[in-house]
């Protein structure tokens, strides 16, 4: 079993800026891909951004230019520098971890990202 846990959400004036991070622990296996993805109120869960093993990273188009996902396997996290934020980005932000073979795949609960206009 793998653990997530992630810290950084918070309230915040549009323009501003939050970093999100997610820590795993427990029986980790590589290789795997960590995710951010959000769910605003009324609202599907939506993917947000990822990066691989390799360092790939993929996000979604409207957050492109604006966040920036990176990752430390050497602590077992993932971090989502979000910049330029704006009250669309506010949502609860998800960490998840999958592996490359897609056999495994957990969550985290969850942190609040709030932003006023």
């Known amino acids: 079993q793998v653990q997530l846990v992630e810290s950084g959400g918070g309230l915040v004036q549009a323009g501003g800026s939050l970093r999100l991070s997610c820590a795993a622990s427990?029986?980790?296996?590589?290789?795997?891909?960590m995710s951010w993805y959000r769910q605003a109120p009324g609202k599907q869960r939506e993917f947000v951004a990822a990066?691989?093993?390799?360092?790939?990273?993929y996000y979604v188009d409207s957050v492109k230019g604006r966040f920036t996902i990176s990752r430390d396997d050497a602590k077992n996290t993932v971090s989502l520098q979000m910049n330029s934020l704006k009250p669309e980005d506010t949502a609860v932000y998800y960490c998840?971890?999958?592996?490359?073979?897609?056999?495994?795949?957990?969550w985290g609960l969850g942190t609040q990202v709030s932003v006023s206009s």
């Open positions: 998840k971890q999958r592996t490359t073979d897609g056999r495994y795949e957990y």
């Open positions: 427990g029986s980790i296996l590589n290789p795997n891909t």
């Open positions: 990066v691989t093993s390799g360092g790939n990273t």
